[in-house]
């Protein structure tokens, strides 16, 4: 079975300041894990994703995660936060690319400070 | 890109009457389309899984009478909330996999529901 915890329904960050949201997994399995961003009013889209190649996942709109398994962890960074990012992340897990189900987590808005 | 629309994207019913939500893929062929709901502050929930000519598949605690879907060709699904009740108020979300073997899914834009 599988799970994913986001660390805090809420995060605030300066227009410019790094962005950090957190995730943690637990699986069964070697995870397949996925970030996505859902903008009001809009449906999800895939901002990047793990698929047990490299490690250190790069994204669209200069996203990027890095897989660490001994931490259990899929933290999504971004260098320098833009108005534009502020939406809903959802992280998800599923036990491989063909499984049908994605797990998701509850999702961390996140807020950008002019 | 792929995209998938749903139709309506809000809707406001009486209770006990039927309401219907439509998910198309607009540029691809959806072989799989997967039915979502999300509470306020909470994760999406899968409900269910339709492949296109077969009946749906139900996650364990989804009332299959209650929730018809109908995946009748490779661009459409539906979603049939029948006799809608005030705690079936929620926001539905179905995806879409395409036949291009990378196996993503591409998510509609949501339909609010509220049954009063």
């Known amino acids: 079975a599988q799970s994913v915890t986001q660390l805090g329904s809420h995060v605030s960050v300066s227009e410019g300041a790094l962005v950090l949201l957190r995730c943690n997994y637990s699986?069964?399995?070697?995870?397949?894990l996925f970030w996505y961003v859902q903008y009001p009013n809009q449906g999800l889209q895939l901002l990047l994703k793990?698929?047990?190649?490299?490690?250190l996942v790069k994204g669209i709109n200069g996203f990027e995660a890095e897989f660490k398994k001994s931490e259990t962890s899929f933290h999504l960074t971004k260098p320098s936060a833009h108005m534009s990012d502020a939406a809903e992340y959802f992280c998800?897990?599923?036990?491989?690319?063909?499984?049908?189900?994605?797990?998701f987590g509850k999702g961390t808005r996140l807020h950008i400070l002019p | 890109g792929a995209v998938v629309s749903q139709h309506p994207s809000w809707v406001i019913c009486k209770s006990g009457t039927s309401v219907k939500i439509e998910c198309r893929s607009l540029?691809?062929?959806?072989?799989?389309m997967f039915w979502y709901r999300q509470f306020p502050k909470q994760s999406l929930m899968l409900m269910a899984t339709?492949?296109?000519?077969?009946?749906?598949?139900?996650e364990q605690g989804v009332e299959k009478d209650k929730f018809l879907i109908n995946h009748a060709s490779l661009t459409l699904s539906t979603l049939t909330v029948t006799s809608a009740h005030p705690e079936d108020s929620s926001f539905y979300i179905c995806?879409?996999?395409?036949?291009?073997?990378?196996?993503?899914?591409?998510f509609g834009p949501g339909t609010r529901l509220t049954v009063l």
């Open positions: 995806s879409a996999r395409g036949t291009s073997g990378n196996n993503e899914q591409f």
């Open positions: 699986s069964s399995v070697p995870p397949y």
């Open positions: 793990y698929t047990s190649a490299a490690t």
């Open positions: 998800a897990v599923t036990g491989t690319l063909w499984d049908d189900k994605i797990i």
């Open positions: 540029d691809f062929q959806a072989t799989t």
């Open positions: 339709s492949n296109e000519g077969s009946k749906a598949t139900y």
